[in-house]
């Protein structure tokens, strides 16, 4: 322990930052270094590689990022669509604001978390929050606790994760009597709420509505509120109770979260195409070519692909919100340990 | 709400993850994949000591617990301590007195830095946008700059661009304001 004594630390992969704080991995001598920045001060935590017992990466579900995926194709797609179809310099722009917003969102998004546990405890790693990036640098940290740490065979290690060391020992000859346990929590975000269900089968209306309007080939049944409520009730009413519940604990949200991009590509895409249509019809005199888009416009086969789309969407809504276990199919926590509930 | 260990459990369905320790990827029961590299350090747990009391004259007491047995002594200053005080800090063993000495001296025990750069680059760009209130912002940038020069720097690696940066533009400013203090001063006197 020298005065002023500098340690040399390696910058590891990975990173997280934010407006305000930003947080980075350091690799030192015999530990690795959490550095979290604020504007004008960072704190610093150490995990010495001889007292690491695991490092833990899990992936997040992919229900979220597949939906912004596909509604990024899907208004780029019809922006550079309309952008062909009407020459307009807006759509040029929107197509390019597009492409670099998903650029951008691409390169920042966050598919995994991180952990390291100690005897002390176990505390998260943020700037490991890429798989890429995380694979890189839990590499270079394995390398450094397997030199710290003496070797012990697999089937050894396999023996501790399948019983969890004993706890420490007791001090006191008579140990004080136990809390009372905890009253069983109930996680009400696997509970369906009714408004969810009544969302959905307003959406099932609507796609019945709009599968009648496309069949009869009528607009008719194409009235404006059956438009409207397609078109701006449904974000409100499934995206937003979707990202409430950060679709986790829903079944099939990946199933969900392609619908969901299908439906919003296909609107956009509609809307395209009958703003194109009147567009053509105003400023162009071809009769064939008005005939063209008046033919996309009222082509059954689209209006009965997104009808189709949206009950599918529906039906999906309702079995998934109404087949979500309840609380009684939870098992029991139990008292929390450091190896997680006891009797787990 | 995390309760469970993720080196059991699933964070995202919270349902239990039997890992292997070889470190492969496993999937759990809703579809999220996950990995955990197991280390020796996991047999490893505090056995709760505070000490024993000394049974007989001939046993080295502890320096800040004179009841207590001495098991070891001080790398640092050669004191002895007692279970309850015995620090491992590395492959070292040191007393809770040269713990809290080496605080200060050290970069190992540091656990956090004010970054006065910022501060007085932040000062000096704010001065420059209200250029008004610089005759008294930019004495202040100088001053942080400087403390950011002489004051102990982050422990990872960190340019000091922008302390210099701060004192030029404070060093500059400050130039203005004295020529334009002479300035009037001297158009005064004529």
Known sequence: ????????????????????????????????????????????????????????????????????????????????????????????????????????????REDCEAWVQTAVGTAELPPLCRIRSANRALALIDEQVREAQPAIPVAELSRALDTPPPLPVTVEANPPPAPPP????????????????????????????????????????????????????????????????????????????????????????????NWASSEANRKMQTAEVRKVYETLENGAPLRIGLAVILLALAIWGLLAFLTAPGPADRRSDGPLTLFGPEGS | MKLQSPLTHCHVCLAPIAYPAEGATVQCRCGVRARALVYPAIFRMSDGSIGEAIQGDGEAACFAHEGKRAVAACDSCGRFVCALCRIAWGSRILCPTCVNAAEKRTDLLTRSRTHYDTMALTVALGSIVLFTISVLTAPIAIYLAIRALRSPRSLVPRTMWRAWTALAIGTLELGGWSWLLVYVVMRTGR
Do not use: C
């Not at chain 1, 020298?2 to 015999?30: E, F, H, I, M, Q």
């Not at chain 1, 019809?78 to 310099?89: E, G, N, P, Q, R």
């Not at chain 1, 069949?215 to 990202?243: E, Q, R, T």
């Open chain 1, 1 to 108: 322990m020298t005065a002023n004594s500098r340690v040399g630390y390696r910058r590891l992969p990975g990173g997280k930052s934010g407006l305000l704080r930003r947080d980075t991995l350091w690799l030192g001598p015999d530990h690795l270094l959490h550095v979290r920045s604020s504007r004008f001060s960072e704190d610093y935590r150490r995990f010495y590689f001889t007292d690491i017992q695991a490092l833990v990466v899990q992936h997040r579900p992919v229900g979220n990022r597949l939906a912004v995926d596909w509604v990024a194709i899907g208004v780029g797609v019809a922006a550079l669509t309309a952008l062909f179809l009407a020459h307009h310099a807006a759509w040029g722009t929107l197509f390019a604001v597009v492409v670099a917003a998903y650029i951008w969102y691409v390169l920042r």
């Open chain 1, 182 to 273: 905890l009253p069983q929590a109930v996680d009400s975000s696997r509970v369906p709420s009714p408004i969810y269900v009544v969302a959905f089968v307003l959406l099932l209306i609507v796609g019945v509505l709009k599968m009648f309007a496309a069949l009869s080939a009528s607009s008719a049944l194409n009235v404006v509120w059956v438009s409207a409520a397609s078109y701006f009730a449904f974000p409100v009413l499934v995206i937003l109770p979707l990202i409430r519940d950060g679709t986790r604990n829903i079944r099939g949200s990946r199933l969900g979260a392609v619908l969901i991009s299908m439906v919003t590509t296909g609107t956009i895409g509609m809307n395209a195409i």
